[in-house]
């Protein structure tokens, strides 16, 4: 789509992101292209974690004194 959008023929842009693909520089992650590394898959599994629990909140008894 960014290609698309800045006026670049598709056919070439795809050409170089698979040959940076084939380089290790670039990875293809579902549709999408990213320079990031791949997870691990540790890591992977803390992000779901973090995910699914990132809107709970711990709540204490607090015991009463005196």
Known sequence: MAARAAGL???KTLAR????????????ISNRWSTEPPSSDIASAMDRLEA???NLRIVRDRARVG
Do not use: C, H, P, Y
């Open 9 to 11: 023929n598709n056919d």
């Open 17 to 28: 992101l698979q040959d940076l693909e084939r380089r290790g520089e670039v990875q293809r």
């Open 52 to 54: 699914r629990t990132s």
